[in-house]
Structure formats: C-alpha cells, structure tokens
C-alpha cells in the first residue's frame, strides 16, 4: 500500500474513538471543545463557528506564493526539455537517469547536454530583465552561496572576458570554485558570470594563463539571470545547478583543473615532475594517474547527469503542481461568478414546501448529513420524496461528512445555469436539479475533494493521476480541454465512477451511461489509472 501523505497522516490523527473526523477552524477555534458548555457561563450559548473552505484555501494560495516566488508565470507553461535531451526528449525521466547512472560513458551521456538542459531550466524560473535589475551585491551574495566558490572577483576592465561570454555584457564576475577528489588532489575551476543574456551555461579553456584563470582551467560561463533562477530551483530540489555543473567536469579530464601539479604555472615539465614525485611516494606512473583521474571525473560527470535530470522530473512536477493550483483558483472563481443566486435562500417558500424542509430525513437535525437543506416552490412533492429515499440509500456507501463540515444541500431548477448539479465551496453547499439528480454524485465528489480532502486534487499524490488524465484525454476543443484538465473536475469524474464501481452506487443520482463519454475514457479505458485513483480515494476518504 502506498504511504500516508503527512496531509492524510493528520486527517487518521484527528479521528475520534468512532472514526469520526475532528477539525479545527480557523482562528484557533476548536469545533469539537467544550459541547457541553463547561468552559462557560451556563447563561451564555456558545456562537457556532461556520466552516470556511475559502479561509483555508488562501492559506494554500499564500503557501503557494511562497514556494514560487519570483518565478514568472510563463513557467507553468514553458516547454522545460526542448531539445536538449537529445534523442532521449520523451523518455521517462527514470529510466533516463538509471541509464545514465549505470553508464557513465555510454550512449545516453554521449547524447545527453545536461550544461544546455541546466540553463534552460534556470532560464524558465527567471526573467530577462533579471540580467540588468539585479544589483552587484545581489549577484555577489548569490555566487557566495554556491557550494564550491571560495573566491570571487569582479571583471573590471577585461574587455575582451567579456565579450567572449557575450556582446552585451557590461558587468562580470569571476567566481573561484574549489574541491578535492578522493586522493586529496585539490581541483579548481572558475566561474564566469555576466549580465549578458546566456543560458547555455557553456564551458571553455585557455590554452595559456590569462589573469586569475590558469591554462587549461575549466571555465563555466552563465548570466545573472540563470543565477537567480539556480537559486529558486534549489529552494524546490535542493540542488543547485550552476555549482553542480559548474564544478564537475566537461571534460573527461583536464590538466589545468589541478592546479598542484603546477605551483608556478602550467608546463609538461612541472607535470612529469608530479608523475616522478606520485611514482616516488605511491608507486603511480603516468598513466596510472590519468586513469584514476579519468574514472573519478567520468563519475562526476554523470553524477552531474543524473542530478539535472533528476531535478528536471522535480520541477516538471513543481510546474503541474503550480499550474493546477491556478487552475483550480480560477475554476473556484468562475464557481462564484457562475452561480450567483443558486445558494441563496428563497424569501418566501410556501407552507407546504417549509413543513418538507422540517421533515426531511436529510438534514443532520433528523440523522441525516447535511447542514440544511432548501426545496425550491416548485419542486414536486413525490419527486423530492423519490429523490430523498434515493440519497438516504446511499449515504452509508458514500465516504463520511466530518463533523462540523456538513454542506447545505438546495434542490433547485438549474436551467437558467445550463447545469444539472452546482458545488460552492464558498458556501460549502451543493445544488442538484431534482428533475434528473444524477450530478448529486458529481457535486459531491466536488465536496469530498474540496472540504473533506482539503483539495485533495492538489495534493501531490493526485499529481500524476492529473497528468496521466490529461495526457489521455481526447478533447479538440481547447477551452472545455482547460476546463476538464481542472484537478476538481478529474477527480469529480474518476469519484463518479469509483461510486459505481467501487462503493456500488447505482441509482438516479449517477448516470454510468456517461462513462463512454471523452470525459471519462481516460480513466474507463484505462484499468491502471482507474485503479490508481481507486486507490487514491481509498486513501484519501477512508
């Protein structure tokens, strides 16, 4: 069985003695303290604390603000491989980075430009105009921050260092990164940042010493707007991929990278003098040398491989997970807009429809789930009665309302809204066209992902049943294919046929003819997505 989200561990913790869910409102307030008064004056009545959705939502939409700050919004939507995967660009991220792992030297590193993949990334977080705005202490807190860099110098007055990074250039750094390898060897390299727009995060050498950069010295070259972007992306995976690419090899070796060999400066004659001092002390000829340091540098290459690869998978899934909370925020706007007056008591209901609303088995005052409910004047008495009978019969197969979240439930004529069923969380009620009903299971499913699962939709283990049903979904027109891909209306639909399938729900409150539907085909005719978001309900609403 899959592991518990930290979100689901919470939920199966505040579980009472009967399995009922206890919730904490917002403010501090406990729904579930004092019932039975003692923490008051028996002359005051405790004032109900009414669950709010939205109040918890803008928590998550702070969250959110937060773990994606600074980054533009054209990344939700930016093409994060291009080409630069070579011909590996639709291979599973996994198995591309097993194989790269497994073999350092073989065919998917030869064709693999993970320098290109690295700077395309830190370019997709960042912005253009992030080259000019940022400040000179900016740039320089941001390169000390790298794990490698020991040394930093500005390019005062080097024109020609400039221009080979980039003709627009005007400000530059020059950043000193150092390391050891497991012989103790000490390896340096260097780092070249400007203000020049450049995200192919290239490398270089020089054949003689020029300025602090010795012969033969590895020297990445990258843009301040790729630094700042290197930044977010660790923030989210922990890696920062200017240091790791910047500080492991291009080259499977170079000899200007140790710079011990050379105390004065490079020259063959001072590196036969290491080979004779190494063959003196450890007994390692030249050759032996070169082949220690080739395996080291080969491994830490595709180390370098493996890690942007694998932050790529990490910030695919960081752009699905910002892209379906703005969905998800402009779905709960457009829910508001569009169903203005739907969720609003009727002034004046007649007697006999007030004595039905009095009765009714539904209401959690007469044992049943919901909070109120509110049948419109013109809803037929043996309709609503069929209708009842027909939620009564499945609120023991449906998963369990939390005590203190119980939706509203208005029976209305929906046609004016071109809708047979409406969810609000907002005010946390459901809306079904007592005519047809069958949207009741849909309109809950919505609730169930919205109050009860706390957007469930958003939670990162529904992420890749997200993906996978877009992936499948076959629908032309663009608009309604946004509106489908919204995570509410995924989960809304697979719950519909986990209803039917799993909980055995088959009455007027479900159509299963539907199912053949493009809107449902992406988990009907696919057994191991259906069963994965079996599961995920299993879980979830347990």
């Known amino acids: ?41 028996q002359d005051e009545q405790p004032q109900p604390v009414r669950y ?22 054209r990344f ?46 830190c370019h997709s977080v960042s912005a253009p105009d992030e080259n000019r705005r ?25 024109e020609a260092l400039l221009n080979t990074a980039s003709k627009d250039a005007t400000r530059g750094w020059l950043a000193k990164m150092e390391d050891t390898n497991p012989r103790g060897d000490r390896i340096q390299r260097w780092l070249l940042v400007t203000d020049g727009s450049h995200n192919k995060m290239r490398t270089f050498t020089l054949g003689r010493s020029r300025g602090d950069i010795g012969a033969h010295q590895q020297v990445t070259q990258t843009d301040l707007r790729s630094l700042a972007g290197a930044e977010r992306i660790e923030r989210r995976t922990g890696v920062n991929l200017i240091d790791i690419n910047a500080m492991n090899p291009h080259f499977t070796q170079s000899t200007g990278d140790f710079v011990d060999d050379f105390p004065d400066g490079y020259s063959h004659q001072a590196f036969q003098q290491k080979v004779r001092q190494t063959l003196a002390e450890e007994g390692l000829t030249a050759s032996d040398l070169h082949a220690e340091r080739k395996s080291y540098t080969t491994e830490q290459f595709a180390s370098a491989q493996v890690r942007t690869v694998e932050a790529l998978a990490e910030m695919e899934d960081a752009q699905l997970e910002g892209r379906n909370f703005q969905a998800q925020k402009k779905h ?16 004046h209901p007649d007697k006999a429809h007030q004595a039905m609303m009095a009765q009714t ?29 027909a939620v009564a019969e499945v609120e023991s197969k449906l998963p369990a309302i939390p005590d203190g979240r119980n939706p509203e439930l208005r029976i209305r004529k929906l046609g004016r809204h071109n809708a047979r069923g409406l969810f609000s969380p907002h005010r946390n009620a459901v809306a079904v066209d007592v005519r047809t009903s069958e949207a009741y299971i849909h309109e809950m499913g919505h609730y169930y992902d919205h109050v009860v699962g706390q957007s469930a939709s958003l939670q990162q283990d529904f992420r890749s049943i ?39 729900i088959n009455n007027r409150l479900v159509r299963p003819e539907k199912f053949d539907d ?23 609403f347990s």
Do not use: C, W
Not at 52 to 73: C, H, I, L, R, Y
Not at 332 to 347: E, H, I, N, P, W
Not at 366 to 383: L, Q
Not at 518 to 540: G, H, S, V
């Open 1 to 41: 069985m899959t592991a518990l989200s930290t979100k689901q561990q919470a939920q199966l913790e505040n579980r009472d003695d009967e399995g009922r869910f206890q919730h904490k409102q917002h403010g501090d307030v406990d729904d579930t303290a004092d019932v039975l008064g003692l923490d008051e004056d």
């Open 52 to 73: 709010s959705f939205m109040a918890e939502f803008e928590k998550a939409e702070e969250q959110f603000n937060t773990d994606f700050d600074g980054v533009p919004n």
């Open 76 to 121: 939700f939507n930016a093409d994060l491989r291009g080409k630069v995967l070579g011909r590996s660009t639709d291979r599973d991220l996994d198995e591309l980075a097993d194989a790269l792992g497994a073999d350092p030297a073989g065919f998917a590193s030869q064709r693999f430009d993970q320098r290109g993949l690295a700077g395309r990334l």
């Open 134 to 158: 940022m400040t000179n202490e900016q740039a320089e807190e941001l390169m000390g921050q790298l794990g490698h860099v020991t040394e930093i110098r500005r390019i005062d007055d080097d």
């Open 332 to 347: 709960l706007q457009r829910t508001s807009r569009s169903s203005a007056g739907v969720f609003d008591d009727k002034k």
């Open 361 to 389: 088995s539904l209401t959690a005052s007469n044992g049943g789930t919901f909070s109120k409910v509110e049948i419109d004047n013109d809803v037929d008495p043996a309709e609503y009665a069929d209708f009842e009978k």
């Open 466 to 504: 997200s993906r996978d049903y877009a992936a499948a979904l076959q629908e032309p027109d663009s608009k309604r294919r946004q509106y489908l891909n919204t995570p509410t209306e995924q989960l809304a639909r697979g719950f519909e046929v986990y209803a039917v399938e799993r909980l055995g």
């Open 518 to 540: 493009p809107d449902y085909a992406p988990f009907t005719q696919n057994p191991e997505l259906k069963q994965r978001i079996f599961a995920f309900f299993d879980m979830t």
